[in-house]
């Protein structure tokens, strides 16, 4: 079954950190680019960051940079969002997203580019 899993979400005090997972099962992550996208209640999805399919070019939204670092194992077939200096504005539900796309995270991030997506998971920042 192809499928994307998110873990690593919870609860954190502002200015803790996490560490997000998307491990991919099913099929073989290094032919994809990836994006995480996050939704609050009320909130439009959001494009967070995204890495492509060689990885030498990633993309940051203004809201993350300098606190979100995305990476890539392709041994392991995970992909990881270093989330640090969290604030309670990034509380949301957090969704990996991949696809083959080449061009993939070279102009920025598009939800509708991505055609496989994780379940989500909860990252809730509040003390």
């Known amino acids: 079954q192809v499928q994307l899993v998110e873990s690593g979400g919870g609860l954190v005090q502002p200015g803790g950190s996490l560490r997000l997972s998307c491990a991919a099962s099913g099929f073989t992550l290094e032919h994809y680019g990836i994006g995480w996208f996050r939704q609050a209640p009320g909130k439009e999805r959001e494009g967070v960051p995204c890495i492509s399919i060689s990885g030498d070019t990633k993309y940051y939204a203004d809201s993350v940079k300098g606190r979100f670092t995305i990476s890539r194992d392709d041994a392991k077939n995970t992909v990881f969002l270093q989330m640090n200096s969290l604030k309670p504005d990034d509380t949301a539900t957090y969704f990996c997203?991949?696809?083959?796309?080449?061009?993939?995270?070279?102009?920025?991030?598009?939800?509708?580019?991505?055609?496989?997506w994780g379940q989500g998971t909860q990252v809730t920042v509040s003390s």
């Open positions: 997203a991949a696809d083959t796309l080449k061009t993939l995270c070279y102009f920025g991030i598009s939800s509708e580019e991505y055609h496989l």
